[in-house]
Every structure is written in C-alpha cells, then in structure tokens.
C-alpha cells in the first residue's frame, strides 16, 4: 500500500475512541466516515450537515451495513427553536408486494435464507430523500459540499476493513449469482483481504450526479431504470419494483415519541419504529426499582432488566406497525399507569417465565408474529457547536442486503423485516407485507435530555432486532449508574430467546450466570456484538463515545 494511504489510515486507526471539544463532535462506527463529519464540522456545517456526510461516506466504506440503497431514521434536536423532530426514511414495499410475498406454493413462509437474496427483498430506498429533507431543514453548507469525502473515498479508494473483510466471508457462499458484487469487493475468486485498496467509480459517478442535480436524481431517471432493471432481473426472486415506486417515495417527518425517566426526558423515532416506546416501555417498568443502590454489578439488577425486556418485547411484536396501515395504541403502550400495571409482574427475587403481551389503553385485538431483523446496521451521530445534536441509524438490513449491487451501490433487503406470514389464528399480523407499507423496524435513535431540560446525551447502535436493548443498558448505565456514555456503552450486552437470557460472553454478566440461575433464570453465554455510538454534554463541551467493540471512534471538531 502507497504511503499517500498508510499514513492517513494509520492516523484515524490510532484515534481514541473517545473524544471531547468545546465545539463540535461526531461518533461513527467506521474512522473514515467519523473524518467525513469532522470535515463538514469544520467547514462550518450543522450537525445536520455532519450526520448526511457521515451517512454517504459509509455508503462507501461500510457497504455490508448501511447505505444510499437503503434506509435509516433521522432524530434531531434544534437548538435555535429547543424542539426535537424525526424524519423516518424507513424503506417501503412497492407495488408488486403483497400479504404472500414471502409465501411459498404451500402458503407457507420461505426459509430466510431463500427470502433474502435479490429481488424480493427490496424495498424503495429512503436515505436520500431522508438526507434531502434534512439538508432542507437544518443544513447550513451546500448540498453538493456534504458529498465531497465520499466522492473522494470512492474515487481514490479505501482499505477494505476487518468488518467488511469478516462480512464478505459470510456472503461468499452466495456471490456466485451476483456477479456486480463479486467485481467490487472480490479479487482474485475471494473476497478482498482487510486492508486492500478498494475504488468504486460507479458509485462515485452516481454520487456527483446526485450531489449536481438533487435526490430526484437517484428516483427518477437512468438510476432509477438501473434499480428496476436489477430487481426485475435477479438471478434470485426477481420481481418488479417500478420507476413509479421510486418517484413516489417520500421521507416523513413526524413527532418523536418522548418519555420520562428519573427526572430526564428520553425521544426517539415512532412506528414504523419501534424503539423508543419499547424502551419508553422498559423504562418505565424498572423505575420503582433502585437500580443506583443495586448497582452495575448486581445480578437482580440485570435480572430486572431482563425482566422488563421480555414483557416489552411481547407488547411490541403484538401491536407494532407502520401506523399508515395500522392502528398502534402507542399512547397507551407508555402509559405509566399501564406500565405499573405490568411492572407488578416483575419480582426481585424470582423469574416471571412466561412473558405475554398486555392489553395497553386504545388497543385493539391483535395476534401477535416474529419479525426477522438480522444484526447489522450502523449508526452514528454528530453536535455542532451551535448546541444542534443529530443522531441517525441507517442500514441495507443483513450483510450486503439484497446481494444486489446498482451503480456502485448495495440495495438493500429490507421487506424481510415484515413478518412473513400475514395472518395468524384467521387474524391479520400487524407487522404482514402491503404495497406501500414500512416494515418494523427496532432502529432507535435517541436523544435525552437532563432534568435541566438540555441536551445531555444522543446514542443509538446496530444490532437488529438487539438494537433495542444495546440502547437501553446504555440509558441505565448513564442515568442510573451515573457513568459517562462510553462507559456506558461498553457495559455487557443482553438479550434473549425462547430458552431465557442470553448475555455478552467474557463480561462481568457472564460471570453472574450462576447467580441469575438463582433467580430463576436460564442464562447462557453468547456472541452478542454492537456499534453503539454516542455524545453527551459536560461541562467543558460535548464528549463524544464509540463501542470498543467496533472500530467505531469519535472526533472532535
């Protein structure tokens, strides 16, 4: 490798994972895409402007994650006005996609690993018109300037990371059929090593289109026949996804759902997210408990979170959906009188074993279905020194999402985050496939703010359907255990599945498996990786905080 790359590489590799600045600060989960942020930052862009450059530049350098094929959610807190608003740019199903999508001649649901490669998986993207509408609210530099780094990555190139190296040996297997993946990212019949040079000319071609003439150049026109063209003619489930579905998309902005804890106040994305009213729900569970006495070392403390976890996780997959075609009582779902109600079922001392959802205010009947999220995703987020705070989680769904690759771009696989099969017990599933509809999502994007109603932290991660619980550890550990985000977010990781707790091997909660055994709980060691990424307020400046896990770092402006 040329030094005019080692050594701009090495420079970022060595970067804390931490970072503190009186002025602006950004965190994500790749080096290249944290320096494209702290580019714009200090060019005199908002955080607005910081979280769009950081979004294209991982669309380069992180393309098994996120991306301009996919999708993502947008929270931002506007420090002119002291409001907080959201821009759901969640994909949607097209026209093609109904209630059988995923259904086999039998009517029965395909296995995931038939469903998920080429066409039928993809939905129209949204993270451009999400970036647009954005850029139209918040921004401060040109549009065409937050392109510049990820032009530059794509046309001079990148070292191919661990992540991307590790990611490439999973789809491997499948690249045989998806020849435009296999001549960016695989040399000599294998995927790239870590650390080999990699250009994207395409992408960088389509990404100064699209940075000259706006979004309408990516859903209309020459990229827009290019996407359906692929889709229609995937090697894997081909199926049309139309120009007319593409034209039509629109990124929404719509409250954020807030929520109070302790005295701060917590905001996130709504459905068709569903992070912030499951950790809303979890929150308000736990808060008759002292969990600053208990402690970060207490197995009844993580006992109550897990606790709290199951129950919120059964409201979710039974009432959770696009609220475009769904009713969600969301409202009565973070009702505190209705989160004591089930909060009761909790007990210090025991394992409550069977976790069923609960009938919140305004609910209607509804069966409830397992949604299939995979673990990737990225997320990253930015403050300028203006006090603006943006934190955005965007992703393509599994690793290299759909196979499909358009233009130098990933498109994603994300309709396999709808519940495949539509109906159960004669119901319909609230979370089934419709034309038009935006599948669940557990993205969580979240900013809280301090008793003194100031911004004091945004945080979100990857990690699909654990995405959800990532978040929330690192809300206890920062309210309740006073530490600072990036401990916080180092905290161990937990989870769950149908046999009980899963929880992060080789952390202090692995060793309290015999003690949550106690407690009536079947706890067992597992691989439970995350990119969590965060700010916070002190009082020198805004810090900024990234998962050791990851090679994640934060820059100061």
């Known amino acids: 490798m040329s030094r005019r790359f080692l050594l701009p590489l090495l420079a970022l590799l060595l970067t804390p994972v931490t970072a503190h600045a009186a002025g602006g600060v950004v965190s994500a989960a790749d080096p290249r895409?944290?320096?494209?942020?702290?580019?714009?930052?200090?060019?005199?862009?908002?955080?607005?402007?910081a979280e769009i450059a950081m979004m294209l530049a991982l669309t380069v350098v992180e393309p098994q994650s996120s991306g301009i094929g996919g999708g993502g959610y947008f929270v931002y807190h506007d420090a002119k006005t002291g409001r907080i608003e959201t821009i759901d740019g969640r994909e949607t199903a097209p026209a093609s996609?109904?209630?059988?999508?995923?259904?086999?001649?039998?009517?029965?649901?395909?296995?995931?690993?038939?469903?998920?490669?080429?066409?039928?998986?993809?939905g129209v993207p949204g993270n451009i018109r999400l970036a647009a509408?954005?850029?139209?609210?918040?921004?401060?530099?040109?549009?065409?300037?937050?392109?510049?780094?990820?032009?530059?990555?794509?046309?001079?190139?990148?070292?191919?990371?661990?992540?991307?190296?590790?990611?490439?040996g999973m789809v491997a297997p499948l690249w045989r059929d998806f020849p435009d993946a296999q001549a960016l990212y695989w040399q000599d019949g294998k995927p790239k090593a870590a650390g080999t040079l990699n250009r994207n000319p395409a992408l960088a071609a389509l990404l100064r289109k699209i940075a000259a003439e706006g979004p309408d150049a990516f859903y209309k026109g020459e990229n827009a026949a290019?996407?359906?063209?692929?889709?229609?003619?995937?090697?894997?489930?081909?199926?049309?996804?139309?120009?007319?579905?593409?034209?039509?998309?629109?990124?929404?902005?719509?409250?954020?759902?807030?929520?109070?804890?302790?005295?701060?106040?917590?905001?996130?994305?709504?459905?068709?997210?569903?992070?912030?009213v499951t950790i809303l729900q979890m929150l308000g569970m736990i808060e008759r408990f002292d969990l600053a006495k208990l402690g970060k070392d207490s197995p009844v403390a993580w006992h109550l979170i897990g606790e709290a976890m199951r129950l919120a996780y059964a409201d979710r997959e039974e009432y959770l959906g696009d609220t475009a075609f769904v009713p969600v009582p969301v409202a009565g779902m973070i009702d505190p009188a209705y989160l004591a109600v089930r909060s009761k079922l909790i007990s210090t001392s025991a394992t409550l074993g069977k976790?069923?959802?609960?009938?919140?205010?305004?609910?209607?009947?509804?069966?409830?279905a397992i949604s299939g999220e995979v673990p990737a995703t990225t997320h990253f987020v930015a403050a300028d020194g203006m006090g603006d705070v943006a934190t955005m989680t965007s992703t393509v769904e599994g690793p290299f999402g759909s196979q499909l690759v358009v233009n130098g771009?990933?498109?994603?696989?994300?309709?396999?985050?709808?519940?495949?099969?539509?109906?159960?017990?004669?119901?319909?599933?609230?979370?089934?496939?419709?034309?038009?509809?935006?599948?669940?999502?557990?993205?969580?994007?979240?900013?809280?703010?301090?008793p003194d109603g100031k911004v004091a932290l945004a945080v979100g991660s990857a990690g699909g359907k654990r995405i959800i619980m990532h978040v929330m550890k690192a809300l206890v550990g920062y309210i309740d255990w006073k530490l600072p985000a990036q401990d916080a977010i180092a905290l161990p990781n937990i989870f769950f599945n149908k046999n009980g707790l899963m929880v992060e091997q080789g952390t202090a909660l692995d060793a309290m498996r015999p003690a949550l055994a106690k407690l009536g709980e079947?706890?067992?060691?597992?691989?439970?990786?995350?990119?969590?990424?965060?700010?916070?307020?002190?009082?020198?400046?805004?810090?900024?905080?990234?998962?050791?896990?990851?090679?994640?770092?934060?820059?100061?402006?």
């Not at 976790?355 to 409830?368: I, S």
Request: aromatic content about 8%; hydrophobic content about 40%; glycine content about 10%.
């Open 133 to 168: 509408r954005a850029h139209q609210r918040w921004g401060k530099l040109p549009w065409a300037k937050l392109f510049d780094p990820a032009i530059k990555l794509a046309e001079d190139g990148y070292t191919i990371s661990k992540t991307t190296n590790r990611a490439l």
């Open 33 to 49: 895409a944290a320096e494209a942020g702290r580019s714009i930052l200090r060019e005199g862009g908002s955080a607005a402007d």
């Open 97 to 122: 996609a109904g209630p059988n999508r995923f259904l086999d001649a039998a009517g029965q649901p395909l296995p995931f690993v038939q469903a998920f490669p080429g066409g039928y998986s993809v």
């Open 226 to 276: 290019a996407i359906t063209r692929a889709v229609a003619q995937a090697k894997h489930n081909p199926t049309a996804l139309t120009e007319a579905d593409l034209a039509a998309y629109q990124a929404k902005e719509q409250p954020a759902i807030c929520g109070r804890y302790r005295g701060y106040r917590i905001c996130g994305m709504g459905p068709s997210s569903s992070g912030a």
């Open 522 to 557: 079947t706890a067992v060691a597992a691989d439970l990786p995350s990119k969590l990424n965060a700010i916070e307020s002190t009082p020198h400046g805004w810090r900024g905080a990234a998962d050791p896990r990851s090679e994640g770092v934060a820059l100061a402006e």
């Open 409 to 450: 771009m990933v498109l994603n696989n994300e309709l396999t985050d709808f519940t495949f099969a539509p109906e159960k017990d004669g119901a319909p599933v609230a979370n089934r496939v419709e034309a038009g509809k935006r599948p669940l999502s557990s993205m969580s994007p979240t900013i809280v703010y301090g």
């Open 355 to 368: 976790y069923e959802a609960g009938t919140p205010p305004g609910a209607a009947p509804r069966t409830a």
